[in-house]
């Protein structure tokens, strides 16, 4: 079996031991590969595994060997599912790996913006402590969670635990999503309106689909309170990035905790990079060694499946 992992840097930029997947058949690993360059370096592919490739109906008439598609991350939008199924091609995911990373991370920026960590610990080291007149300082207000409400737009594997950590730190939480409950937590589940309107610190979780782009409009940000923070570690589509910064420099809400933008890497010219009072991290929330090991089992265990029959973590209608 033929297998191309086409942007392995992403996955394994060295740290890992990838011997499991090239087990599995004639195995060849590029670090990175542009768009053009996929019907060159996957023609003879019948397994393809990617984690930012997009393959659509194009790529797939040039790969006339291609069995098997897998997304080596949970998101899988770049990939065109329904025209893989049209071809008989299975899709896998790998759902869930990057939950405790991601939600550690939205609570990094949470407390980051509320105790403004970068910005006094850089005080700090130039000195402004040592010249302090007192014991201690503090240059931005600090603000305390215990008692704030906490609005989490989806409620998927990351919200939910998202949602333990609060619950955890005495915060009052609410959430929307499309189906489903409250998984037995003491959670709200409320309309999308409330969220925007009631929240201290709205955190994004819902997928990117042409439902939820820009879902945090101009409207949304003049719900919210000028006291009140965003948090976004899911998709950066989910964002009005003008509309956003605009809301920053002019002081419509507090502050921005951003792991994710609509294009990566930005552009130079992406407004939020110099907004007032945003933190941009450069979507690696899902990159530590125990998540991205997490991920690389569960593509070996995705693969042995599909080669004995039974494929799973399915994302193609098979």
Known sequence: MKIVLLDGHALNPGDLDDSALRELGDCTVYERCSQEEIPELARDAEIVLGNK?????KEFSQLPKLKYVGVQATGYNLIDVKAAARRG??????PAYSTPSVAQLTFAHLLNLTFHLSDHATGVRAGEWTKSPDFTYWNFPLVELAG???GLVGFGS?????ARIALA????????RRHGGNEGMAVEMVDLETIFCQSDVV???CP???ETEKLVSRKRLRQMKKTAFLINTARGVLVDEAALAEALNEGWIAGAGLDVLSTEPPRADNPLLRAKNCFCTPHFAWG???ARKRCQEVVVENIRAFLAGKPQNVVSGF
Do not use: F, K, P
């Not at 990351?158 to 998202?162: E, H, K, L, P, T």
């Open 203 to 205: 955190s994004l979780h």
């Open 288 to 290: 530590t060694l125990a």
């Open 169 to 176: 730190m005495d915060m009052r939480v609410l959430a929307c």
């Open 148 to 150: 704030l409400t906490m």
């Open 53 to 57: 490739i997009v393959l659509g109906e």
């Open 208 to 210: 990117a689909t042409q």
């Open 89 to 94: 091609i299975v899709v896998t995911n790998v």
């Open 158 to 162: 990351i919200a939910q635990q998202v």
